[in-house]
């Protein structure tokens, strides 16, 4: 897979990718990521990427034309031709679902904004999906391309150590959702908390009915809004 990330801050990323499983997916050639500076598209002297949005009104508005010629540029770099996202409030959420989704794609192009937002032409003119990792508001677009090149690498064929690792995840099963059961390591009593007794057993069919009820009372509890009958 090739990722392509259309930034202003490209240092941002440098320890973020240069670590844990990204790094050694990168190291194996699982993925190549490479990054580019939208600013290196604006016009000289002053290397302007936003202005003053036109109505009026607070913050500044990223300008069409850097972002346009960005885009070109980086398009002509690989000829597959890549999936455009745009990272946006405005944009469907992002699930797991959604990670696997796009873990099966040969290109990812992730767009990362700044200030108050894209010139809407923007959004219009590359016809790239808009994703959005909450409701919330961030900065900008470099946060949320992280979270989505970490969920997305993990799940590439040999970037984790087991390739089960990930089933067992929270929300990686579409069919049932909800969050992973409680796990735990030595020693077998740390501080009067003691290891539940059945994972001790070694019998793995009580241990994985234990599981499913302790995943099932974790997920009521906690987001009941995953189950379809809470």
């Not at 990792?133 to 969920?151: F, K, Q, W």
């Amino acid at each position: 897979m090739r990722i392509d990330i259309l930034t202003i801050f490209p240092e941002m990323f440098e320890s973020p990718l240069g670590h844990s499983i990204i790094k050694r997916a990168r190291d194996v050639g699982l993925v190549d990521i490479a990054l580019t500076d939208i600013r290196d598209f604006a016009p000289p002297p002053h290397y302007k990427v936003d202005d003053k949005p036109y109505g009026g009104g607070p913050g500044m508005v990223m300008l069409c034309q850097p972002m346009f010629d960005c885009f070109e540029y980086v398009q002509k770099l690989n000829p597959e031709k890549g999936r455009a996202i745009l990272l946006t409030p405005q944009g469907r959420p992002f699930t797991q679902q959604k990670a696997v989704e796009l873990s099966r794609e040969k290109r990812l192009i992730l767009i990362a904004g700044r200030y108050e937002g894209f010139d809407e032409r923007i959004r219009i003119g590359l016809d790239a999906e808009q994703i959005s990792i909450g409701d919330y508001v961030l900065s900008g677009g470099e946060l949320p391309a992280m979270v989505i090149i970490d969920a997305v690498v993990r799940l590439l064929p040999g970037a984790l150590g087991d390739e089960g690792s990930a089933d067992d995840d929270s929300f990686s099963n579409p069919a049932a959702p909800g969050l992973e059961y409680p796990q735990y390591t030595r020693p077998e009593d740390f501080h009067g908390m003691k290891v539940p007794d059945v994972l001790l057993s070694g019998n793995h069919g009580e241990i994985e009915k234990w599981r499913r009820a302790q995943a099932l009372e974790r997920t009521k509890k906690n987001r009941p809004d995953l189950l379809k009958n809470p």
